[in-house]
């Protein structure tokens, strides 16, 4: 292990995560971790929760945190000096283990570098390159040592690649109960427990709430003409996205019932009788509270356009319940349907006709139970198995 010992002693594991759900799923990963040996030096880039968990971090993880192939392009001239300084710093002095949590174009190339001078690496959240840019399978290839893959039908792709994958399950599926109850989180909300509630999630970005902050509000002035009565909760995740969306709703004017919520995304979903959100994590997280939604999607024309040009055919659906049902489970509203006139006729059915949701709700169900695997400890077994050198890629 690099010549480096035991993990008798203190050891040292460079980690870095681009978002808040990386620094979630990273900071479950770190805690498990610390419960399996006790000695830990940590260091690399990680939100407040990893931080909690002992990470020392060299640069602000919300700088990492980008949407759109365009949009990507212009943070390069700031993040690639930071990529090469944390590569330069981990090699001068080698970690037991690197673990990149998600943020494939950030992460894997340092892996790459940490690899080839034989530090194991690991690669926490597959990219989706079972859905688009498939040459990236040779990047992996040469930088990971494991995949740790969040979903099943990622195993199977990697699998059929030959390269070596654990299937984990995800966390939130330990973490949330089968049943959430919709009357206690409206009391944690000190929302009145009769009533309609929409949940609005415009995302964790601040690019994707600029594109989305509009369309859900003009969905709720929609929805609140045919449904009236019915009140609508918008998380927001930081003070960055909660002005931007309050500022979209003041020029809108809305006259719709909105109640702006600073965190609280998880309460907000239990607590609502539908959910309009932005493709993401969130999707997942609405799937295993058992909520009815609409998916939607919205970027820049050019970036759409050659995301489908690179997708193709191979997968119909971008939603994660509809990519772990393999079928259109849920309402995807993308680009140019992502306007009151798509996204609110869903909405109002799930409102008006609930019982045409338990089918859906049922396949939630199955789902979830799919999905929950003990993913910390797993991972973080996965993780010391790899770095104490007991199997270089373990069965899938």
């Excluded at 212009?74 to 930071?82: D, S, T």
Aim: proline share 7%; with cysteine; hydrophobic share 45%.
């Amino acid at each position: 292990m690099n010549g480096r010992g035991g993990w008798g002693r203190a050891v040292r594991i460079a980690i870095i995560a681009g978002e808040s759900s990386g620094d979630l799923l990273g900071a479950g990963l770190l805690r498990a971790i610390k419960d399996r040996r006790s000695k830990l030096s940590i260091e690399g880039i990680g939100g407040p929760l990893m931080q909690a968990q002992g990470c020392v971090s060299h640069y602000p993880m919300e700088r990492l945190s980008v949407i759109g192939l365009f949009e990507a392009f212009g943070r390069y001239p700031e993040l690639l000096p930071v990529r090469a300084r944390l590569a330069r710093r981990f090699l001068a002095d080698p970690p037991d283990v690197f673990i990149g949590v998600d943020a494939p174009d950030f992460n894997l190339e340092i892996a790459r570098r940490l690899r080839r001078a034989g530090i194991r690496t690991v690669h926490y959240v597959s990219p989706s390159v079972w859905a688009w840019r498939r040459y990236r399978l040779r990047k992996i290839a040469r930088s990971v040592d494991l995949m740790l893959a969040l979903f099943p039908f990622e195993v199977e792709f990697y699998r059929a690649n030959q390269l070596p994958v654990q299937f984990v399950g995800h966390p939130l599926a330990d973490l949330i109960p089968e049943r959430v109850d919709r009357g206690a989180a409206r009391d944690a909300l000190a929302e009145a427990r009769e009533g309609e509630i929409v949940a609005l999630l415009p995302g964790s970005r601040v690019s994707e709430v600029a594109s989305l902050a509009e369309p859900m509000v003009m969905t709720a002035r929609w929805l609140a003409k045919r449904r009236p009565g019915v009140r609508f909760l918008a998380p927001l995740v930081n003070r960055a996205t909660h002005e931007l969306f309050r500022a979209v709703l003041e020029r809108a004017g809305a006259d719709a019932n909105i109640r702006m919520l600073e965190g609280c995304s998880r309460e907000a979903m239990a607590a609502a009788d539908a959910i309009l959100l932005a493709s993401g994590t969130a999707a997942l997280e609405a799937m295993l509270i058992k909520r009815p939604m609409v998916i939607t999607y919205k970027t820049t024309a050019l970036s759409f356009a050659i995301l489908r040009f690179w997708v193709g055919s191979n997968v119909p659906h971008i939603g994660l319940p509809n990519l772990l049902a393999g079928r259109a489970l849920v309402p995807e509203m993308l680009q140019g349907r992502a306007t009151p006139e798509h996204l609110g006729p869903p909405l109002l059915g799930y409102l008006e006709q609930p019982e045409d949701s338990r089918e859906m709700l049922r396949e939630f169900v199955r789902l979830h139970g799919s999905l929950r695997r003990s993913t910390n400890e797993t991972a973080a077994q996965a993780v010391i198995d790899l770095a104490e050198g007991r199997r270089h890629a373990p069965p899938c």
